[in-house]
């Protein structure tokens, strides 16, 4: 199986921070990777495709980054929306796996 | 307007078999490339994929668990069932559905997900 290791595990930010949140794999996933947005309660909702095309509809302050085994993801500037727990999920080969998940806290 | 929504017990005792039915809305998986998938979060813990199935009915399990689970689809209702035997309170979690279309590597939309608690 193909670990996904997601880096911090949290982080405090403030409104205005760029924020960024790094995912790694234990072995070569090409760029199939995405990225996932939590909030408490709710399904995740994809933010990040193919490792860096943007979903339709996700605000162009996230992007991503990365190849092969390391990946970022970037929020540019934060807003109070954006306060949620972020995952990476790998798609390269079964099974799929998930990351740890990054808490985005104030 | 693509969705999906997941429905089945909240409460099972240890040993019991679970069954979730997952309704999909919007698309079908009788079209060439389509594909649902589940995934669960137990409370305040991380995703874990647990199976998939695909139009032509292709399915994939995650090995951990392979043994225990059984995914169909029912294309006529439009839905997908997960079973899962032999619950355990380690399997309490939050239940989701989402589609996943072959051409892509991700999962988008998901359901809202159904709470299982497992308890005796």
């Known amino acids: 199986d193909i670990q996904m290791t997601q880096s911090p595990s949290s982080v405090s930010a403030s409104v205005g921070d760029r924020v960024t949140i790094t995912c790694r794999a234990s072995?070569?996933?090409?760029?199939?990777l995405a990225w996932y947005q939590q909030k408490p309660g709710k399904a995740p909702k994809v933010l990040i495709f193919s490792a860096s095309s943007l979903q339709s509809g996700v605000p162009s302050r996230f992007s991503g980054s990365g190849s092969g085994t390391d990946f970022t993801l970037t929020i540019s500037s934060l807003q109070p929306e954006d306060f949620a727990t972020y995952y990476c999920q790998q798609g390269n080969s079964f099974p799929l796996t998930f990351g740890g998940g990054t808490k985005v806290e104030i | 307007q693509i969705t999906l929504k997941e429905s089945g017990p909240t409460l099972v005792k240890p040993t019991q078999t679970l069954t979730v039915t997952c309704s999909l809305s919007?698309?079908?998986?009788?079209?060439?490339?389509?594909?649902v998938g589940w995934i669960r979060q137990p409370p305040g813990k991380a995703l874990e994929w647990l199976a998939l199935?695909?139009?032509?009915?292709?399915?994939r399990y995650n090995p951990s668990l392979k043994n225990r689970l059984t995914i169909t689809k029912d294309t006529p209702k439009n839905q997908v069932v997960l079973t899962m035997t032999n619950m355990d309170p380690v399997d309490t979690a939050t239940y989701f559905c989402?589609?996943?279309?072959?051409?892509?590597?991700?999962?988008?939309?998901w359901g809202q997900g159904t709470l299982v608690i497992v308890s005796s």
């Open positions: 989402a589609r996943r279309l072959l051409a892509y590597n991700y999962f988008d939309p």
């Open positions: 919007g698309f079908s998986l009788s079209v060439s490339g389509e594909g």
């Open positions: 199935i695909y139009w032509d009915g292709d399915e």
């Open positions: 072995q070569d996933i090409s760029r199939y």
